[in-house]
């Protein structure tokens, strides 16, 4: 089976920035996972819409089925990053260790 595309070095770096940054709890580690993995199952609010993002103090989270997008708030030249839905939320399990 294919392996999805690798994320640029840069992303790597931005992303790892969101975790260090903005992931400071385990309650918003718990929150992310959360959020991720009910889109990911296909679970929505009551009226059939997708949980809301999480926005926390510097960034912004959407989720989608198979990919999370993590914007930053106040830094427009930061380009959004992508991360599939496993690897989210292996990185939020060890971040969850860390804290």
Not at 10 to 23: G, I, P, Y
Not at 39 to 58: I, L, Y
Not at 69 to 82: F, S
């Amino acid at each position: 089976m294919p392996q999805p595309p690798r994320a640029s070095d840069d992303e790597d770096a931005r992303f790892s920035q969101f975790l260090t940054e903005e992931v400071r709890t385990v309650e918003y580690a718990d929150l992310l996972r959360d959020r991720a993995e009910a889109v990911h199952r296909g679970k929505g609010t009551s009226d059939g819409e997708a949980p809301p993002g999480a926005s926390g103090n510097a960034y912004y989270v959407t989720f989608g089925r198979d990919e999370i997008i993590i914007e930053h708030h106040y830094l427009g030249d930061w380009p959004a990053v992508r991360v599939a839905y496993p690897r989210f939320l292996a990185a939020l399990s060890d971040r969850r260790k860390q804290l």
